[in-house]
């Protein structure tokens, strides 16, 4: 299977500027690399990444004829298309943007915009009708992993997909390849503490098997984890065969550490 590694820029860089610098550095090092042939092409990771809001035109327009994909933050659930909705970007948008996958249900957003189900019910729909796949983002907070509920609580968050399929299940077919599941524990993100490679595969399997039971065909679904992941500790993830891949944050602003963890699973899924 293909493995994933996408990065989340989060609310960085600052300036257009420095989005061109690093773009231009990840670029010239991926060519870089593959003409000197110093490591294993990426052939078997897929590359994405996921800028702000604003600069994410830019993004899709320099990346476009490369291997690298560009994905939104996230999409408004007011309105797949257009209406008055003050500081909203709708999924149509964001597609003519030039983007083809978003990042949904972030933690972040979770806790910020205190996004509920239906809210991101409407999310979903919103960018599986407008084309764009779906990175859903799911994972528990420390008090709920102190607490053992960390599958309750994932099972809880999955039932989102669940309720899409049921109300438009001509979705089904192509969900697949348009949806993603990324685990990542809320207190794990950022902080440096990292749960170990088992206690992710045994959440990854459950995961599969949650989703699998939604409908058949989504059993070749990815699952990705996420929550402080770098290139020391890419590659322990990588050789478990439960893990599809990663959700990079801090990482992925840095090219090395970024590419060294899409190297990591590259080799392992080779």
């Not at 205190?114 to 979903?124: F, G, I, M, N, R």
């Amino acid at each position: 299977m293909q493995a994933w590694v996408i990065g989340n820029w989060k609310q960085n860089p600052a300036t257009s500027h420095d989005v061109d610098l690093l773009l231009n550095n990840l670029l010239t090092t991926i060519d870089a690399k593959e003409q000197a042939a110093t490591e294993r092409s990426n052939s078997r990771c897929q590359l994405m990444v996921a800028p702000s809001c604003i600069h994410l035109a830019a993004v899709s327009a320099r990346l476009a004829g490369s291997s690298i994909l560009s994905a939104a933050q996230d999409v408004s659930a007011h309105s797949a298309s257009v209406g008055a909705y003050t500081g909203e970007c709708s999924a149509q948008q964001i597609a003519d943007a030039g983007a083809t996958w978003t990042i949904l249900g972030h933690s972040e957003r979770r806790q910020y915009h205190s996004e509920s189900h239906d809210t991101l019910l409407q999310k979903v729909t919103h960018a599986l009708t407008q084309g764009l796949g779906v990175v859903f983002c799911i994972g528990e907070t420390q008090a709920q992993y102190d607490d053992k509920q960390t599958l309750d609580v994932i099972d809880t968050q999955l039932s989102v997909i669940k309720e899409v399929i049921t109300i438009q299940p001509d979705l089904i077919s192509s969900l697949s390849n348009r949806l993603i599941i990324a685990y990542e524990p809320v207190w794990a993100i950022g902080t440096g503490k990292v749960p170990t490679v088992s206690e992710v595969s045994q959440t990854h399997q459950h995961i599969k098997q949650t989703i699998t039971g939604f409908a058949e065909s989504l059993k070749v679904m990815s699952v990705l984890y996420g929550g402080s992941v770098n290139a020391d500790n890419a590659e322990s993830f990588a050789t478990d065969p439960m893990i599809d891949g990663a959700l990079v944050g801090g990482a992925s602003l840095k090219v090395e550490s970024f590419l060294a963890i899409a190297n990591a699973f590259s080799r392992a899924k080779d």
